[in-house]
């Protein structure tokens, strides 16, 4: 049997979300929200956006309504809670628009985003190869199916399903969110691992589709997996002679007749001529059962191996067992069985304590006591002490209900028993995840690489897989490696603070358990600049003082500073420094009458972006009275 990680490379969109934003100062916080009155959209038919603006009263200013490639579309005042505006025909295609609020004296500025779908669902092809074919037995085969977009930018959503020609391997979801990259869509990983029989296999990827995204079928991808890997098992010589009655242990190893990179599994069936004396699960390559009330006289005993997906089976060779007869019979002896705790943990340790007791007047028992559960599977074996008890600890039980049972195997003064099965219940363990640091990344990179790391019992690391989760949305889902450790590439966080949560989804022996942590990411962080006069409507006589409020749409480890610029137009009216709580003022001295449209513009400074903001004034074509007038 061999692991084959199949990984996907899957073209994913911007999720469509909103969000509230907190300025410093005594403003009030807002809420945007952005709809379309179509989506989606008709190619060729004019779109009508629509931002609410909710907040504890009736906030004033504008919203600006952006598409990520086309750039700033149109902007319109903030009426009763609402800005509306109705937009030419755009390409067809995805489209990820934002609606931005600008805030007033009062209230906040906030933003909204929607992917909004112009014309038929996006097209996709989807193409599937592999990094080794042939594959020589035993070794592992990447797949790698690449989905393929005609463009646009939005959440990806739907299924893949992996075929083994009309055999289903598997269905994965597919939940991935990446920064856009182009119109030819940007990529994010998924991973699935399998095994495969030695044979030819025609692979191909289905991806279902979702309501913007057309589903796709690859071409057929003919893997070849090369022959079985042969066998050999041998068992071991028990106690030769035995005695009747008495328990022996028989124990069979598997290897391979030539060296492969992973050892063999399956079942193992130890039989006594003809009669089968039971079976187990072959493990680390050995398996072991307990036998005993052989008759007297000569045994030919042999193991068969079943084979896997990888090896092919094989028959020991028969093993002579002389067992000899008991005179004068031995005393009859009773076994009882306890164990605690109960129910116990995966990995924790669990005490068993066998109690053998024959009849009044014979004596102590002594020997060996045998705790097996009822497949013949053996966990260990323990010496009677003088009270007639025998203890065993052992933490390799896993999760699930298990029924087991201590075996005296007695000698020539006491018979061999067994107790009744005592039901043990294993509960699946409780990892732990710790956040570990990827690469850090270039100068102007477009991504980061994000760790975790689970961990659990020494002897029994946990497997299975960890979705990394930003904020509500799906980052994306990586197996665990060898050490442990998961770490995911993705270029899909905007710059600054990230609060994001690794969750490990759990395997056989481990529940699921999540960690969150803090993550930052390099580039320029988003700004906003809002702009207030101390009177809309002044007279034509009076100063107008204009008050500029820049700050950071997202957490940043820098505070705005520098020089606010002032302009009418073209022309500068003047400038103001920001203080340490990004605001900056200007007081112009009297403007002639009629409608002013000022700007206040923040060049940017550290990792902050620039930015801008509008307000406008009314000067009334009146003076104010003289002091003796009237």
Not at 258 to 280: C, E, I, Q
Request: proline content about 7%; charged content about 10%.
């Amino acid at each position: 049997m061999r692991l084959i990680s199949v990984t996907f490379l899957l073209a994913a969109l911007a999720l469509a979300t909103s969000s509230t934003a907190f300025a410093a100062g005594p403003t009030l916080p807002t809420a945007t929200m952005l709809s379309s009155a179509a989506d989606p959209g008709g190619e060729g038919a004019p779109i009508t956006l629509t931002a609410v603006v909710e907040a504890p009263g009736w906030p004033g200013g504008s919203v600006t309504f952006s598409d990520y490639e086309l750039g700033t579309l149109q902007s319109a005042p903030v009426l009763e809670g609402k800005s509306t505006v109705t937009l030419g025909p755009m390409p067809a295609g995805l489209h990820l628009l934002s609606a931005d609020y600008s805030g007033d004296g009062v209230f906040a500025p906030s933003s909204a985003r929607l992917t909004l779908r112009v014309g038929s669902p996006v097209a996709s092809t989807v193409l599937i190869g592999a990094d080794h074919n042939p594959a020589t037995p035993g070794q592992g085969v990447t797949l790698t199916a690449n989905l393929q977009t005609s463009g646009g930018y939005g959440m990806a959503s739907g299924t893949v399903t992996l075929l083994d020609g009309a055999v289903q391997l598997a269905t994965l979801p597919v939940s991935l969110l990446a920064s856009p990259g182009g119109r030819g869509g940007s990529v994010d990983q998924l991973s699935f691992a399998t095994a495969l029989p030695a044979g030819v296999h025609p692979i191909t990827a289905v991806y279902s589709g979702d309501g913007n995204l057309a589903g796709g079928t690859s071409a057929i991808w003919t893997e070849v997996v090369g022959e079985r890997v042969a066998t050999t098992t041998t068992l071991v010589p028990p106690a030769n002679p035995s005695l009747g009655g008495q328990t022996s242990m028989l124990t069979a190893t598997v290897a391979p007749a030539t060296p492969a990179s992973k050892l063999p599994s399956g079942t193992l069936t130890f039989r006594d001529g003809a009669s089968v004396l039971g079976r187990t699960s072959l493990a680390a390559g050995a398996g072991s059962i307990a036998v005993s009330l052989l008759d007297a006289g000569a045994h030919a005993l042999t193991v068969a191996y079943s084979g896997d997906g990888d090896f092919l089976g094989s028959t020991s060779a028969p093993l002579a067992l002389q067992v000899l007869g008991v005179g004068g019979g031995p005393a009859p002896t009773v076994t009882a069985l306890a164990a605690g705790p109960n129910p116990v943990s995966f990995g924790q340790a669990l005490t068993f304590k066998a109690s053998v007791a024959a009849v009044s007047g014979a004596g102590a028992p002594a020997g060996s006591v045998y705790f097996a559960d009822e497949s013949g599977a053996v966990l260990g074996s323990a010496t009677l002490d003088a009270s007639g008890q025998a203890t065993l600890t052992t933490s390799r039980l896993s999760p699930g209900t298990h029924r087991l049972r201590a075996v005296y195997a007695g000698g020539n003064r006491f018979a061999h028993s067994s107790s009744e099965a005592f039901e043990v219940s294993v509960e699946r363990a409780q990892a732990s995840v710790s956040a570990v640091s990827g690469p850090e990344p270039a100068a102007g990179a477009q991504g980061i690489s994000l760790g975790a790391a689970i961990s659990g019992q020494p002897d029994a690391p946990p497997g299975g897989s960890v979705t990394f989760v930003d904020q509500g949305a799906v980052l994306g889902t990586v197996a665990l490696g060898d050490q442990g450790q998961a770490h995911l590439d993705t270029a899909g966080l905007a710059a600054g603070l990230h609060r994001v949560v690794a969750v490990y989804n759990g395997d056989g022996n481990y529940g699921s358990v999540s960690a969150a942590f803090t993550v930052l990411v390099p580039g320029p962080v988003a700004t906003s600049t809002s702009v207030q006069a101390g009177q809309k409507r002044v007279l034509a006589s009076r100063d107008v003082t204009l008050t500029a409020t820049v700050a950071p749409t997202s957490p940043s480890g820098d505070a705005p500073a520098g020089v606010i610029t002032f302009k009418e137009g073209d022309a500068v009216l003047g400038s103001g420094e920001l203080d340490g709580q990004g605001g900056a003022e200007l007081t112009i001295p009297a403007l002639p009458p009629g409608q002013h449209t000022i700007v206040a513009s923040f060049p940017g400074s550290g990792s902050l972006a620039p930015s801008s903001g509008t307000v406008t004034v009314q000067v009334l074509d009146r003076q104010e009275p003289s002091a003796d007038s009237g």
